[in-house]
């Protein structure tokens, strides 16, 4: 029986350019997004590779996450909690920061990867993978990026945490480094942002997370050293 992989955030950006290699290499797929039309789309070109479900909906919503696991049908080797949502665009100072917008960029960001985490848990094999994908801005001090940066630090602390509590899983926080992806390019309007990598580059140290014996811990994409 080939391994299922849950995806959040897959139908652009690094969560689809995973779905995609996972996908060639055999793992079965659950994937989600908020926009359907895309999602859509990912879920019939993935379909020609392997056997994928697609959920359309926001993993903040407790009905959705309930129907990820179900789709999963019993067993997730590994979970990548990838969707995010970046806040205001450009990104305010914190002094200015809306609260009621802070607390959605938490829910998303924080929460909704912890809810997905605790429901998944019981479907997880000993061995299994629980990656949450986080920035650079949660250990640098960025200005104009407290929101997003202060979310990702929190889950990087969940994510240690996690690990402590569960020493059979592997329990990652990957930091894929700056990608031309249509977030990224929310967080600075109107700037040319050609020159960072495509997400696809990212790929490679991520599948060497779920598919090696890495220990749990914080990895930088650019850190890992991929086997030729």
Do not use: C
């Not at 993978?129 to 200005?143: F, K, L, P």
């Amino acid at each position: 029986m080939p391994p299922t992989a849950l995806i959040t955030g897959a139908s652009r950006g690094l969560g689809l350019a995973l779905a995609r290699a996972l996908a060639e290499r055999g793992w079965r797929l659950v994937i989600d997004a908020r926009g359907a039309d895309a999602l859509h789309d990912a879920d019939r070109e993935l379909a020609r590779l392997t056997d994928v479900v697609a959920v359309s909906g926001d993993v903040a919503d407790d009905w959705h996450r309930a129907a990820l696991i179900e789709a999963a049908g019993g067993r997730i080797d590994a979970l990548v909690n990838n969707a995010s949502l970046l806040g205001p665009s450009p990104q305010p100072a914190l002094a200015d920061y809306p609260l009621d917008v802070l607390r959605d960029v938490f829910h998303v960001n924080v929460l909704a990867p912890l809810a997905l985490v605790q429901v998944a848990l019981p479907h997880i094999p000993a061995g299994g993978r629980i990656v949450n994908v986080t920035s650079d801005a949660a250990v640098e001090a960025y200005e104009g990026w407290g929101g997003y940066g202060s979310s990702k630090a929190m889950v990087e602390q969940l994510t240690r945490i996690l690990a402590v509590e569960h020493p059979d899983l592997h329990v990652y926080a990957f930091d894929p480094g700056d990608m031309n992806t249509a977030m990224h390019q929310a967080a600075f309007p109107g700037e040319d942002i050609s020159d960072r990598p495509p997400p696809e580059d990212s790929v490679p140290p991520l599948l060497e997370l779920l598919e090696g014996d890495l220990p749990s811990g914080r990895y930088r994409a650019a850190d890992l050293v991929v086997p030729s």
